[in-house]
């Protein structure tokens, strides 16, 4: 049946100021005061590149698992429209997660994932070497998926109305619809100046669908009022034991009710342990709020996809379908211990906004990533062998440790602990890397794609230490690709060479 619902702004701000205090309304959020305004008002919340660790002093690093891929998509459209990319929306574990990699499937699903290590020299610095940790979630066939209670939360303002916006927001939407089945639910409700709610509980795609159709964009955007009624009907029609979550569509221009990040993320974050999850799909350029969509997909225990394309919303909405609707692991944390006998200086690449303490590790109370079905997860360490020169030479006034001691020639152990998506206790696995370094070849498959994937999103935030290696390296060391997504990343590397090169969508002369 369909319901109507029209939700006052002035009203809806009053409920959730009840939720919150004047202060979480009000008051701006140090992350968003933070975040960097980009070219024609798009706002990133750049870090700055990972430090130098040096093993004697901090031998653990600890982080969040990452598998949002907002920012390759994003950085591309930048790319194919002859646009600089700000070094501040590059976010390079993005870059490197976006593509998949021949992980071995989980054995079984006692455990929900599989742990993979390998090492290869260093492209750009002959001196280091790569260590690659990859993470492969087991994978759903579409009759395993639970039943869905989606809401699709769609911004009709008048930010909207580009060709890129509400468009492409109704075409992904609706091809979204096309993949869900009778046991699944989907609620629309829309906000601009009001919030609206379109469809409730409808398990009827060609009615979903005609509701999509029907979307213009006007006034101005209530987005914070919209997300509490999206979370009330995802409560209404909540499907125990199965898939409850929100999708938010949108350019993140809040501007009506409580438009701070900071109140936001806080009602974000007090509805999550509900067990409705949030998703995030940004679309559109110009006053793109990046900073908001990432942290609030992350708050929400969800994923953040930008969409700048109706390929993109294919691969995002009906090929990865299972690995953006269906979380198989939570709270997932991984930590490297390296071993100062092997290792003397390492550095995580990306995963700046991701780094833990090594106390949260083992704190359950901690939030973390989470995985889907099918999801892979990869991270990159380079580091400095024992023995060889540092990039941070000796303190003159450094304590005195004692001489480390080797373990059975292991370099590094891994740790990642996790739970199962109705868990509240984490389980561990526990994985050593074995050596040696000095046999440590070039990189070759998977390995080399990684790396070239990881130097291209150094070489946009301008990180010093790849030297030399130019783009031309990059796509050398990329090599020739016959999977369609890899070989347009090639062609990225020739834009960025020169300076964006102006290329729209369509003209890289690549067929899929």
């Known amino acids: 049946m369909n319901l109507r619902a029209m939700v006052p702004v002035s009203l809806s701000v009053c409920l959730m100021l009840a939720a919150c205090s004047s202060e979480q309304a009000y008051e701006a959020s140090a992350a968003d005061e933070a975040a960097a305004p980009a070219e024609a008002g798009e706002r990133y919340d750049g870090k700055e590149v990972s430090p130098i660790h040096q093993v004697s002093a901090e031998p653990v690093s600890t982080f969040a698992v990452d598998v949002d891929t907002g920012a390759y998509a994003n950085v591309r459209r930048m790319l194919l429209g002859g646009q600089s990319v700000p070094a501040a929306a590059v976010r390079t574990e993005e870059m490197i997660n976006y593509f998949r990699y021949d992980y071995p499937a989980p054995a079984t699903r006692d455990a929900p994932f599989s742990v993979f290590t390998d090492l290869a020299a260093t492209p750009w610095n002959p001196g280091t070497r790569l260590l690659r940790v990859g993470l492969r979630g087991y994978d759903v066939a579409g009759a395993e998926r639970p039943p869905a209670n989606l809401v699709f939360m769609v911004d009709v303002s008048g930010s909207m109305k580009d060709p890129d916006k509400l468009p492409l927001v109704k075409q992904a939407l609706s091809i979204l619809a096309d993949n869900l089945g009778p046991q699944d639910s989907v609620s629309i409700i829309t906000y601009a100046g009001w919030v609206e709610t379109l469809v409730e509980g409808s398990h009827d795609s060609a009615e979903i669908k005609a ?90 225990n969800g994923n953040h996809a930008y969409i700048d394309s109706a390929m993109e919303a294919r691969k995002v909405l009906d090929e990865e379908l299972s690995s953006t609707l269906f979380t198989i692991a939570k709270d997932v944390k991984v930590q490297v211990e390296f071993n100062p006998a092997e290792v003397s200086q390492y550095r995580l690449i990306g995963y700046e906004n991701r780094t833990l303490r090594e106390e949260d590790f083992a704190d359950d109370r901690v939030d973390a990533g989470e995985i889907g079905a099918g999801h892979q997860v990869t991270a990159l360490y380079e580091i400095v062998p024992a023995g060889q020169p540092d990039w941070v030479a000796p303190r003159k006034y450094g304590a005195s440790t004692p001489a480390p001691v080797s373990v059975s020639g292991e370099l590094a152990t891994v740790r990642l602990r996790y739970k199962l998506p109705d868990g509240e206790s984490s389980r561990l696995i526990e994985t050593p890397v074995v050596g040696p370094l000095g046999a440590a070849g070039a990189p070759q498959g998977d390995m080399a794609f990684a790396a070239a994937v990881a130097a291209f999103g150094q070489k946009l935030r301008g990180d010093t230490k790849l030297g030399s290696f130019g783009y031309s390296d990059i796509a050398r060391l990329a090599g020739p690709q016959s999977d369609y997504w890899r070989q347009e990343f090639v062609k990225l590397t020739t834009l960025a060479e020169a300076g964006g090169g102006g290329a729209r969508e369509g003209t890289l002369g690549l067929r899929r």
């Open 211 to 300: 509701a999509l159709s029907g979307l213009e964009a006007e006034g101005s955007t209530a987005g914070g009022p919209a997300l509490a009624l999206a979370y009330d009907l995802a409560r209404a029609h909540r499907i125990p034991g199965g898939i409850n979550r929100i999708v938010m569509a949108t350019d993140g221009d809040f501007n009506v009710g409580l438009s701070d990040q900071k109140g936001l993320e806080d009602m974000v974050r007090q509805n999550r342990d509900d067990g409705i999850t949030l998703t995030t799909l940004g679309f559109g350029q110009g006053n793109y709020n990046d900073a908001i969509m990432e942290a609030m997909a992350d708050l929400g």
